[in-house]
């Protein structure tokens, strides 16, 4: 097992998690996420759902158009009208969104949120967000480690010769062929 621990004075710029705290890490952005993911999408819509000022609004609609987390454009229907939608990067926080609200649930307000996210095939609450391994396996901080990108690199590489080998021998012994 290794131990998380992360030479945080030697990230400078170039973290991750401070930038992307920057553009979301505010209560009003989550909101506004929270209703463009739900369908929101005009700015009338976003002031009568999230309650908040129109200066306010306008201001974080513009900070995520200009951070490519929203595109906005005119109506279709009614050009003097404009609409804002989810860009791909914005939908992408969508795992972001669930596990904070799960979290959430758990350590604030100690009570499932109504409605309950649900998988529309068989209308079943969703799985708890986890961190999953290559394999699948569910990991919990134990089992996590930073690890050098070079030094990935030399895993990955050592570790996918292993297993197209391990693939070739699954394939023959049920009966396939490789394909080169």
Same mark, same amino acid.
């Given at each position: 097992?290794?131990?998380?621990?992360?030479?945080?004075?030697?990230?400078?710029?170039?973290?991750?998690?401070?930038?992307?705290?920057?553009?979301?890490?505010?209560?009003?952005?989550?909101?506004?996420?929270?209703?463009?993911?739900?369908?929101?999408?005009?700015?009338?819509?976003?002031?009568?759902?999230?309650?908040?000022?129109?200066?306010?609004?306008?201001?974080?609609?513009?900070?995520?158009?200009?951070?490519?987390?929203?595109?906005?454009?005119?109506?279709?229907?009614?050009?003097?009208?404009?609409?804002?939608?989810?860009?791909?990067?914005?939908?992408?926080?969508?795992?972001?969104?669930?596990? =904070?609200?799960?979290?959430? &649930?758990?350590?604030?307000?100690?009570?499932? +949120? !109504?409605?309950?996210?649900?998988? *529309?095939?068989?209308?079943?609450?969703?799985?708890?967000?986890?961190?999953?391994?290559?394999?699948?396996?569910?990991?919990?901080?134990?089992? =996590?480690?930073?690890?050098? &990108?070079?030094?990935?690199?030399?895993?990955? +590489? !050592?570790?996918?010769?292993?297993? *197209?080998?391990?693939?070739?021998?699954?394939?023959?012994?049920?009966?396939?062929?490789?394909?080169?």
């Amino acid at each position: 097992m290794g131990k998380l621990h992360e030479n945080l004075s030697s990230l400078g710029d170039d973290c991750s998690l401070p930038a992307s705290l920057e553009v979301i890490g505010e209560r009003w952005c989550f909101m506004i996420l929270r209703a463009a993911l739900n369908g929101v999408g005009h700015f009338e819509g976003f002031l009568t759902e999230i309650g908040i000022a129109r200066n306010i609004l306008a201001n974080r609609l513009t900070r995520m158009v200009d951070a490519g987390i929203m595109s906005r454009r005119p109506c279709e229907h009614d050009k003097r009208k404009v609409e804002y939608r989810l860009t791909d990067k914005g939908a992408d926080l969508l795992p972001t969104m669930i596990a =904070l609200r799960q979290w959430g &649930e758990k350590w604030e307000t100690g009570t499932r +949120s !109504n409605p309950v996210l649900c998988d *529309s095939r068989d209308r079943m609450p969703i799985a708890q967000i986890a961190l999953h391994g290559h394999d699948g396996r569910v990991l919990i901080k134990n089992d =996590l480690c930073w690890i050098d &990108e070079s030094e990935l690199r030399d895993h990955a +590489s !050592n570790s996918s010769s292993d297993r *197209s080998d391990m693939n070739v021998r699954h394939l023959k012994e049920i009966g396939g062929s490789s394909v080169a």
